[in-house]
T-cell receptor
Framework: EAGVAQSPRYKIIEKRQSVAFWCNPISGHATLYWYQQILGQGPKLLIQFQNNGVVDDSQLPKDRFSAERLKGVDSTLKIQPAKLEDSAVYLC?????????????FGPGTRLLVL | QQQVKQSPQSLIVQKGGISIINCAYENTAFDYFPWYQQFPGKGPALLIAIRPDVSEKKEGRFTISFNKSAKQFSLHIMDSQPGDSATYFCAASPGTYKYIFGTGTRLKVLA
């Protein structure tokens, strides 16, 4: 089966600009996650969707970050305006959604550099 | 309470040696403990996972040892190979879909 797809792979922007990341999960996976991975740290969950509903967004900086999952499939994560500390790899993952615990399958990530 | 502490931060092992990475947690609600392997430029991939009702799980050269009373678990890589050079993350889940990841261990296996 095809894996989790993400684009773009790399993005360089100036601070205060906006940026958007796209994720296409594994077909049939109901649960989708966005993680932020800062260099030298483990992934930190930003938001979790179950189908097109938000399950957990407790660690999403809602003043600048937003995410949506259209029709319960693809998802976009947006940052507006970006800050220097947003420089990180943004990972998208998906899982079956049939009941925890579940294996989370990760995409290759989008590496963001904010100058 | 929600943290997973991982050590060491980096590890260098000779080819054929044993690599050992340790993790500790505080939250007794955690009931699922996966290990992920991440190569540069790639997303993490599940390596092996354990539930707290067993003390050890082995898959090929990879073994998880779990000590419920000490709230610690570790990954052992037997006969380490240069291809095992990667960053390893432990994680814990409190019976939900959510994972709490450790800070990662960068493993380098010398040929």
């Amino acid at each position: 089966e095809a894996g989790v797809a993400q684009s773009p792979r790399y993005k360089i922007i100036e601070k205060r600009q906006s940026v958007a990341f796209w994720c296409n999960p594994i077909s049939g996976h109901a649960t989708l996650y966005w993680y932020q991975q800062i260099l030298g740290q483990g992934p930190k969950l930003l938001i979790q969707f179950q189908n097109n509903g938000v399950v957990d967004d407790s660690q999403l900086p809602k003043d600048r970050f937003s995410a949506e999952r259209l029709k319960g499939v693809d998802s976009t994560l947006k940052i507006q305006p970006a800050k220097l500390e947003d420089s990180a790899v943004y990972l998208c993952a998906s899982s079956h959604g049939q009941g925890p615990p579940e294996t989370q399958y990760f995409g290759p990530g989008t590496r963001l550099l904010v100058l | 309470q929600q943290q997973v502490k991982q050590s060491p931060q980096s590890l260098i092992v000779q080819k054929g040696g044993i690599s050992i990475i340790n993790c500790a947690y505080e939250n007794t609600a955690f009931d699922y403990f996966p290990w992920y392997q991440q190569f540069p430029g790639k997303g993490p991939a599940l390596l092996i996972a354990i539930r707290p009702d067993v003390s050890e799980k082995k898959e090929g050269r990879f073994t998880i040892s779990f000590n419920k009373s000490a709230k610690q678990f570790s990954l052992h890589i037997m006969d380490s190979q240069p291809g095992d050079s990667a960053t390893y993350f432990c994680a814990a889940s409190p019976g939900t879909y959510k994972y709490i990841f450790g800070t990662g261990t960068r493993l380098k296996v010398l040929a």
